[in-house]
């Protein structure tokens, strides 16, 4: 099946640096998103990416959809320490009809001091 | 966004019981998904649970050791049956919701399972 290749695993970064961590595969995906997890909580969407070569920002995050449909990346600017949690990449195949599914990543766990 | 609510939201259970999770959705919806992220692993899709029909499981998961219930389009249930120490994991409930202009998967807080 598809599998989603995320680095780096986990970060430990200081307050105000920036972050990047990028996922790869040896499939396409008609769709990247960015997951964030907190502790104790399920994953909560971040940003998504529709379009190959698609550059999206939300706030201090910007993410990409690899041109070659098979990566993405996302940056983190200026990390607080609210940015603590677990990034998990996914690709979508393509919706329609009864199924839906999302291929996931690892996650990269990210450590921020303050 | 959607209120997804899942209960318990965590259990330590012993080896050879079973628990059932519940997932309750603030809205109607077709699909139902389950999802379980094993410790330090990515989340993987258990099955697609349809209201009135059975629900379509994965490669790897089957319906003994996971059985679901889909009764009406707001709530569905996971078992975790016969479980074992492997079985420890948080499982997520997850529905499709319209967010940033499109349709995604939004999930609730997850059950988080210790199996001794």
């Known amino acids: 099946g598809q599998q989603l290749n995320q680095s780096p695993q986990s970060m430990f970064i200081q307050e105000g640096e920036d972050v990047s961590m990028n996922c790869t595969s040896s499939s396409i995906f008609n769709t990247w998103l960015w997951y964030k997890q907190d502790p104790g909580e399920g994953p909560v969407l971040l940003i998504a990416?529709?379009?190959?070569?698609e550059l999206t920002s939300n706030g201090r995050l910007t993410a990409q959809f690899g041109i070659t449909r098979k990566d993405s990346f996302l940056n983190i600017s200026a990390s607080i320490p609210s940015d603590v949690g677990i990034y998990f990449c996914?690709?979508?195949?393509?919706?329609?009809?009864?199924?839906?599914?999302?291929?996931f990543g690892k996650g990269t766990l990210l450590t921020v001091n303050p | 966004s959607a209120v997804i609510s899942q209960k318990p939201s965590r259990d330590i259970c012993q080896r050879g019981t079973s628990l059932t999770i519940q997932c309750q959705v603030d809205s109607q919806v077709t699909m139902m998904f389950w999802y379980r992220q094993q410790p330090g692993q990515s989340l993987t899709l258990i099955a697609t649970?349809?209201?009135?029909?059975?629900?379509?499981?994965e490669s790897g998961f089957v319906i003994d050791k996971f059985p679901i219930s889909r009764p009406n389009l707001t709530f569905s249930t996971l078992t975790v049956s016969n479980m074992s120490p492997e079985d420890s994991s948080i499982y997520l409930c997850s529905v499709i919701r319209r967010t940033q202009g499109a349709n995604v998967l939004t999930f609730g807080a997850g059950s988080r399972l210790t199996v001794l």
């Open positions: 649970a349809n209201q009135g029909s059975e629900a379509t499981y």
């Open positions: 990416l529709y379009k190959a070569g």
């Open positions: 996914a690709g979508q195949s393509p919706f329609g009809g009864s199924n839906y599914k999302l291929t």
